[in-house]
């Protein structure tokens, strides 16, 4: 359990009320007309406070939002808005305040909680002070502030003046309410890719639900959260992206108290899909191509070519492996620091394939490839694997829908297949105990 913090500005509706920069001279206020600003990301910000009168400009009419904002005007922005003065030292009145500078007083101001770890979320965050994390995580996971498109964040650079109003803007946003904490639910966060969403299951059946449910059962929780973010078709690197970029997957890991990943499968089948869909003239973006392949898969002359097709797809199955490898320690390494408490359990590709099957060696060896890198960083969370359990089964269930004789070219895994991985993942649990 732990505990969830509503963010709170405290006195920006005063502060705004006065006006921005307002003791400064003429010339350097906070933008007039703001004839520079049409096409500028931050135009409607920009122009909406000028609707309200609080931001005026400069005397020849621009607001200039790529300027830097000097120490001496945003002090004064502070002492409005907190009722002290907040110095930066060894900092003249007008030098540039810097990102990460801006970041400290903003968290200060807006009463925002540190989150050192989601500053993990940028490819510059190691670069950030001890204490720039805390406050440039925490602005990042409540919206507040930003990164830039490269996946950077750039504390060393000069604050702007479109950033600054921005980041106000967000903060008086925010409602005012009493300060209070509360004890949260319980969070369980699944990410990856169509198995982790549960895809081809009942509802209810997917191993993420079952997993949710054991560990309900097991923990004794009267209350528990799951937030399901498994995407369908989604391979390492947009996995990775969403994880830096997308707020409500931050939001959703800072939270977690047990996070599930099911990831790399499609780095593998997307060359398949490709080559198959090249090769039987097919639409791999189409919502029927597995529908429209199974029945070109129905007659035996188009299963024979199958082996050739997979051959052909080698090379695009390889460059997936090695993108892998690539991703998986930054998707990892911005899980963790983004829940440092959390229980991770990760689990390895399955091979739909039989060993009957005339192609099953070239694609085995890359699932096994693929699974080595889940095995070698294994030091920070749980491995389930489903690779050796799916490999090892002796029911007469089939674990997954894949069936070449029925022409199915579905790998997702039948009612079956789905408990098997949620077997593996309580397993794993039973075993930490």
Sequence with gaps: MKNRIRYIARGLALFLAVCLFAVAPPTTAFGTTGSDIAGHWAEGIIRGWMDRGVVKGYEDGTFKPEAPVSQKEFMVLIKEIA?????????AENSRITREEAALVLTKIGGIPEKEGAAGVFKDGKNLSAGGKGAIGGLYAAAIMQGYPDGSFRGSDPMKRGELLAALDKIAQVKEEPDQTTESAFQ????????????????????TDLF????????????????????PGRNSSELLRSIRTNKNTIDSLLKADVITISIGGNNLLRPVKGALAEEYQLDVKAAGFERDLTRLLLKKENRDKL????ASAVPGMDAGVKQFRKDWPKIIGLVRELAPEAEIYVMTVYNPLTEADPYFKTVNKRIQNLN??????????????????FDQYLGNEPLTNFNMMTGSFDIHPTKKGYEEI???????IREEK
């Excluded at 002290?84 to 060894?90: A, D, G, H, K």
């Excluded at 169509?194 to 081809?200: C, F, N």
């Excluded at 070698?376 to 359990?389: F, I, N």
């Design 83 to 91: 009722g002290e003065s907040v110095t930066l030292e060894n900092k």
């Design 188 to 207: 369980m966060t699944a990410l990856g890719d169509s198995i982790a969403y549960g895809s081809k299951a009942e509802k209810g059946f997917g191993y």
């Design 212 to 231: 949710y449910a054991g560990i309900k059962e097991r923990k004794n929780l009267d209350t528990a959260d799951l937030v399901n973010l498994g995407k």
């Design 307 to 310: 082996k050739t097709v997979i």
């Design 372 to 389: 080595k890198v889940f095995l070698d960083g294994a030091q920070s969370y749980q491995v389930v694997d489903t690779y050796s359990a």
């Design 422 to 428: 949620y077997q593996g993942h309580m397993e794993k």
